[in-house]
């Protein structure tokens, strides 16, 4: 379990993380999620004793990380899969790592296997690609056979193979009782993935609840209608007190009225459907909303 009471970091005067407080328990895999400057990657490394707070406190299983003198038995983490010696090889890498942290030899042969390197154990790690380096920083995260454990970016350079294996990995990890933190600019793989999610912006705490929960935060169900008269249906839905918008692809998208009663207008009215469907809300779009008012550098709308 990972805990952060009151954790705050500060550099020159910009605040960075503001006081924040939460909880990721064992048995999930819990997204963290946020603008770009959020704060994620801080907190990462604050989790992890690579920086100091300025104030509150963070701990794992209790304890500050820091004070862990075999900190890979305890967390196991990947922050940049590029941040390693391009000269070793894959084995050297691990088997290094393995022995500063009084792992056996055998586990380093094990987590390749696992992640799929055992082929390439013997290669220089610099003639890696971006995919094959994510999989060797799972494996090193992996070595130590940790109870918590904290991903930045996983799913960066994968083939969709290897997408499917890194969900399904997280979830084992989660269902054998684990603490899982992914962080992700990915949507579309939180939302296959993660089960508990946990969103920051500039540093705060803005929602902190099951996937579920939080995509139920967006605007609602639209009821999505395709129609070779789309001008009088809008009409007459918007005489019934619906909200229609337009979409790029000829469709309408109805809010505040029922598919049902979509239908029903659009029968009284003689107006032919093509396609008439309820569309629930994504996880994007609850995203979008949410941190609307946290993000530091919007763009402007595509013209």
Avoid at 138 to 153: N, Q, R, S, T
Avoid at 192 to 207: C, S
Avoid at 276 to 300: C, I, K, N, Q, W
Wanted: one cysteine or more.
């Amino acid at each position: 379990m990972i805990e952060l009471r009151d954790l705050t970091k500060r550099y020159d005067g910009t605040t960075a993380i503001d006081r924040l407080t939460l909880t990721v328990r064992p048995g999930h895999v819990t997204g963290f999620l946020g603008p770009n400057g959020a704060g994620k990657s801080t907190t990462l490394r604050l989790i992890l004793g690579l920086h100091r707070p300025t104030g509150g406190t963070v701990t794992v299983d209790g304890r500050p990380f820091a004070e862990r003198r075999r900190g890979l038995r305890h967390v196991g983490a990947l922050l940049d899969a590029a941040d390693v010696h391009r000269g070793l090889t894959a084995a050297a890498h691990l088997t290094a790592l393995a022995r500063s942290n009084g792992i056996a030899r055998s586990r380093a042969d094990e987590v390749l296997r696992e992640v799929g390197l055992a082929g390439a154990s013997r290669r220089r790690i610099g003639g890696f690609s971006l995919g094959m380096k994510q999989r060797l920083g799972i494996a090193a995260a992996l070595l130590g056979d940790p109870p918590v454990l904290l991903f930045d970016e996983p799913f960066n350079g994968l083939d969709p193979e290897g997408v499917r294996w890194v969900r399904a990995l997280f979830r084992r990890l989660a269902a054998e009782g684990r603490t899982v933190l992914v962080s992700s600019h990915l949507m579309s793989e939180m939302e296959q993935t993660a089960d508990h999610l946990v969103v920051i912006g500039r540093g705060e705490l803005v929602a902190d609840e099951s996937l579920a929960a939080f995509a139920a935060r967006s605007a609602g169900p639209a009821v999505v209608v395709r129609t070779p008269a789309p001008e009088a249906l809008a009409a007459a839905l918007r005489d019934a007190g619906a909200e229609v918008r337009p979409a790029d692809d000829g469709s309408l998208s109805v809010a505040g009225l029922a598919a049902g009663r979509v239908g029903d207008l659009a029968c009284t009215h003689g107006i032919p459907l093509h396609e008439l469907a309820t569309r629930t809300a994504s996880l994007e779009e609850a995203f979008m909303d949410l941190t609307a008012d946290h993000v530091d550098y919007p763009a402007g709308d595509a013209r």
